[in-house]
């Protein structure tokens, strides 16, 4: 009897040896375990995330966010409309701008991956308007959609780091910076950046073969679009490495996308890349505590149904180094970057009003072409607060930006006749920024 029962606890001695093995396995399998990822551009900074309500074994079944951004523009040529222009991230000038209010709730309980975050304010306007792929047949408003940050619906397979297959509306990381502007090191988004996708409506196969890296596969219905220009759908994928936490190296494309309205024959190209490195860390120096870079560059054509790709393509790279003071409650970023866009098809229109200098010179066969500098300086007591001072001077080589005399109508009302007046539209914009971003 003695013998079967150390027999017996030989064997639940064994046994447990094992679990125990294959669950610090388990937990060895997680992608990117253990990397500090809070200072890459581009990435929530949180290391705290108190909205989160867990099972009796300690897994998370539920995870809340609350996001708030607001800010305060000053344009020097102060506009009488008060319009900022040529910006998917700064709207308004001259006021104080509640530029999104978000609330949302996210899941990988057991596997199964549940996303719905909310959106409110300004910026949602400034994107999501100007998707014309709405007036693409019936059955489609943007009011059903214009309000959804990010929904999905999923489930995470245990395949070697694993593997998310899911559906739904998703944040697009195309150009490195985030749709989230406080995820960013600049409030205003680089030109490469601002001019590509923020999110797409589609599937997505999130692929983790090591713990260093990342393989996404997406279909979606266009460049930046709920809906689809024609037939075909839009292919793309994200690759992620990670060799340490101090290193990040990205590529991304997109191609195959039928995005020309009532031209199914032409095909949208385009790829872009990031280098973003930490070369110095020491978290509990109150003089610098963390320096790094980003460098982003982006390439992309159309062509085909009539489109040459010589004379319709975009270049554009950015430039950023950020110092961080006082264990991390301080940064300064200062950023360089330039687009070129002949064709002009991934640019913003100016006014409403098409009589205006900047289509003049693009009849006339002009390239456009923009630079832009950011000196950005952040105040960041705990995780979920961010108090940023920004000066950004753009410029460009046709007249694009607003003047005194605004883009919109005489008077700068939208319900003002605008029969022989033309937008006052220059070339350079000078501007600084005041922002607040609360996150839970």
Not at 284 to 304: D, M, P, R, V
Not at 383 to 407: K, Q, V, W
Request: proline share 3%; net charge neutral.
């Amino acid at each position: 009897m003695k013998k079967t029962v150390s027999t017996l606890a030989l064997c639940l001695s064994t046994l447990a040896g094992v679990y125990a093995q294959n669950d610090s396995i388990t937990q060895k399998k997680a992608p990117f375990e253990g990397m500090d990822l809070s200072w890459i551009n581009g990435q929530n900074r949180q290391t705290d995330f108190p909205l989160q309500l867990k099972d009796k074994e300690g897994q998370t079944i539920i995870t809340g966010v609350a996001y708030v951004d607001a800010y305060y523009n000053y344009d020097f040529k102060r506009p009488i409309d008060n319009t900022n222009t040529i910006s998917s991230a700064i709207g308004r000038s001259n006021e104080f701008t509640i530029n999104m209010a978000s609330i949302g709730i996210e899941s990988n309980y057991k596997n199964i991956i549940g996303r719905l975050w909310l959106q409110y304010g300004q910026m949602a306007s400034i994107v999501q308007d100007l998707d014309g792929t709405l007036n693409h047949g019936r059955n489609s408003s943007l009011n059903n959609l214009k309000y959804i940050r990010e929904a999905a619906a999923g489930y995470h397979f245990d395949v070697m780091h694993g593997l998310n297959v899911e559906m739904g509306i998703f944040m697009s990381y195309i150009g490195l910076e985030s749709y989230v502007l406080n995820e960013n090191w600049n409030y205003q988004r680089s030109l490469v950046c601002d001019f590509t996708p923020f999110y797409f409506q589609g599937a997505r196969a999130q692929f983790f073969p090591s713990a260093k890296f990342k393989q996404e596969l997406w279909i979606m219905n266009g460049w930046q679009t709920y809906n689809g220009w024609n037939q075909g759908l839009g292919l793309g994928s994200s690759s992620y490495y990670r060799p340490n936490e101090n290193l990040q190296l990205v590529a991304n494309f997109y191609f195959n996308g039928q995005d020309t309205r009532n031209n199914k024959d032409a095909r949208r190209y385009h790829h872009d890349n990031s280098i973003v490195g930490r070369y110095f860390k020491n978290k509990e120096s109150k003089g610098i505590s963390q320096a790094a870079f980003s460098l982003n560059t982006h390439y992309g054509f159309q062509s085909g149904g009539g489109l040459e790709a010589s004379d319709n393509y975009m270049f554009g790279s950015s430039l950023a180094n950020r110092i961080w003071f006082n264990k991390n409650k301080l940064a300064l970023t200062l950023r360089g970057d330039f687009i070129t866009n002949p064709g002009a098809y991934l640019a913003f229109s100016p006014s409403p009003v098409a009589n205006n200098a900047f289509n003049d010179a693009l009849a006339e066969g002009k390239d456009l072409k923009m630079f832009q500098a950011t000196a950005t300086f952040d105040v960041m007591p705990n995780d979920f607060m961010t108090f940023r001072l920004e000066y950004g001077y753009r410029h460009s080589n046709i007249p694009y930006f607003a003047g005194r005399g605004g883009t919109t109508s005489p008077d700068g009302w939208v319900d003002t006749p605008t029969d022989g007046w033309r937008p006052d539209l220059i070339q350079t914009a000078n501007r600084v920024t005041l922002a607040v971003n609360f996150r839970l």
